[in-house]
C-alpha cells in the first residue's frame, strides 16, 4: 500500500511486499517470502529523517525507498522516550553486517524443520530481527517469535495499520 513519506514518524516499521528482483537480494526476498508464507519480505525502522535496515549491513534508506510497496504500521501506545530507545539500538549496530548465517538458520528451521541449537542473542540481525531486537530493546514485544520473520512482526497484536489481507477483503 503506498504511503507518503512525510506522513511517517520515527519509529514506525515498514513491512515491504515484493521487493523481490533478479538480484541476491532479491533472491533472498523470495527465499523469505516463500519460507514464510507470507506477503512480506523485508522491515525496516523508521529512524530520524531515514529508514534504518539490516541489508547487506545495517545502514540508512531514504525514507521513501518502499514508498510503493511497504505498509506502515505504528506501536500501540509508544512513547516518544520509547521510539528513541528502539531507534538508538538501530543506530548503534549501523555497520554491522547482515545476519546471513542467522537467515539460513532460520530457513533450515522454517524450511526443513532441522533441529538446531537455540540462539539466545544473534551474533547478527536480520532485517525482522533488528526491528523486534530494536523495539524489545524499549521494553516492547512485538512478537515472542524466537527469530522472527516480517509477517511475525505483521501479525503482532499491538501494531496498528491495515495488512494486505485486510484490504484485499475490502476490493
Known amino acids: 500500500m503506498p504511503y507518503d513519506p512525510s506522513s511517517l514518524r520515527p519509529g514506525d516499521i515498514i513491512l515491504c ?15 523469505i517470502h516463500w519460507a514464510t508464507v507470507s506477503p512480506f519480505d523485508h522491515a525496516a525502522l523508521v529512524g530520524s529523517g531515514c529508514l534504518l535496515e539490516a541489508l547487506w549491513q545495517v545502514t540508512k534508506s531514504p525514507l521513501d525507498k ?5 505498509w506502515v504500521y505504528s506501536i500501540s501506545g509508544a512513547t516518544d522516550e520509547r521510539c528513541h530507545q528502539a531507534i538508538s539500538f538501530v543506530e548503534e549496530r549501523l555497520g554491522d553486517r547482515y545476519g546471513i548465517a542467522e537467515l539460513l538458520e532460520d530457513a ?13 542473542q544473534p551474533r547478527r540481525f536480520t532485517c ?16 515472542y517469535a524466537p527469530w522472527p520473520s516480517p509477517m511475525d ?16 477483503g475490502d476490493a
Request: proline letters at 6%; charged letters at 10%; zero cysteines.
Open 17 to 31: 511486499v515484493g521487493r523481490s528482483s533478479w538480484t541476491l537480494g532479491g533472491l533472498l526476498d523470495a527465499l
Open 66 to 70: 518502499y514508498a510503493s510497496n511497504g
Open 108 to 120: 533450515a528451521r522454517d524450511i526443513a524443520h532441522v533441529p538446531l541449537w537455540p540462539r539466545v
Open 153 to 168: 512482526l505483521a501479525e503482532s497484536p499491538i501494531l496498528v495499520g491495515q495488512r494486505p489481507w485486510e484490504a484485499a
Open 128 to 143: 525482522s530481527g533488528l526491528v523486534a531486537a530494536a523495539w524489545a530493546s524499549a521494553g516492547v514485544v512485538l512478537t
